[in-house]
């Protein structure tokens, strides 16, 4: 029995050593109402925007809108939640189904006083295909 256990419980590990995302922080971003967060993202001949914002803050909710490739969403994220954070896949999946890289973008915290959402943001690439640029903010 307890080497039956042991079996399981290497398995498991080497398991999720294999299937671990393998996830980069890239940057920690604040924003402002309303304020869109471009992305320029690059890979093989091909570059595509990705761009968000959030519009609204209530019930300790954030609204997010965004957009990538013609896909447009709508998130809620929650900072003492699981749900505090979305991703965005960057490929189509084609023969790497398994290893597609995203972006990862996780709420962190909200300043009332200030109305700024923070928030990091991660990539997943384990093949190194992605070049990100991420735009700067025009001063209000």
Do not use: C
């Amino acid at each position: 029995m307890k080497s039956i256990l042991q079996f399981f419980l290497a398995l498991f590990f080497l398991n999720s050593a294999l299937f671990a995302n393998d996830l980069q922080k890239v940057r920690e971003i604040s924003l402002k109402k309303d304020v869109q967060k471009k992305i320029l993202v690059k890979y093989d001949n091909k570059t595509r925007l990705f761009k968000f914002r959030w519009t609204l803050y209530v019930n300790d909710g954030l609204v997010i809108l965004r957009s990538y490739d013609k896909n447009v969403a709508q998130n809620i994220l929650y900072l003492n939640h699981k749900n505090q954070s979305f991703r965005v896949k960057l490929k189509t999946p084609g023969a790497d189904f398994y290893n597609v890289p995203y972006i990862l973008i996780k709420f962190k915290e909200f300043d009332v006083k200030k109305n700024i959402a923070s928030f990091v943001l991660y990539l997943s690439d384990r093949k190194d295909q992605i070049s990100l640029k991420i735009f700067k903010n025009k001063k209000r």
